[in-house]
């Protein structure tokens, strides 16, 4: 739980300190898009932690892929869009390590606002998701720190 809390928080300090950094250098618009993303990746945290985990996937090699997140997220009909195999190919290159290299690669090629850009989208997008495994039956859990 406390590994799980200093991700979400590392997370959010790093858009905020990434948004207020490209708007001292760039545009008002960086430091916007930063507390968006803190507010959505704290949002989607709050919402993972409302869905109840239910059957484990039928992969092994999946199953031993996913944090708790991931079942969470994983729980009801989103499950279902893609194989197994496809699943994992996506935990895989969305796992902080991935995010990581990624945004290192980024930033010494000069482009830092798309980590801005893209860290938004994969939480959106899974803030999207984690909404419609709540709405599609998850069932509410007491909220952890």
């Known amino acids: ?3 799980d809390f200093l991700d979400m928080l590392g997370s959010v300090l790093f858009v905020l300190g990434l948004g207020l950094g490209l708007f001292r250098t760039r545009s008002s618009f960086y430091l916007l898009e930063g507390l968006l993303c803190a507010a959505v990746i704290v949002t989607n945290e709050w919402s993972l932690r409302r869905v109840q985990l239910s059957d484990q996937p039928e992969s092994e090699k999946l199953t031993e892929a996913l944090y708790p997140r991931h ?14 195999n496809v699943w994992w ?15 290192l690669l980024l930033a010494l090629a000069d482009q830092s606002p798309w980590i801005l850009h893209l860290w938004l989208t ?6 999207i998701l984690s909404a419609r495994s709540n709405a599609a039956g998850g069932t509410d859990v007491p909220d952890r720190v």
Do not use: C, M
């Open 89 to 103: 190919w996506i935990i895989q290159f969305t796992k902080r390590d991935a995010a990581i290299l990624a945004f």
């Open 71 to 84: 079942r969470r997220l994983l729980a009801g009909r989103w499950g279902r869009i893609f194989n197994d």
């Open 122 to 127: 994969v939480s959106a997008t899974t803030l």
């Open 1 to 3: 739980r406390i590994d």
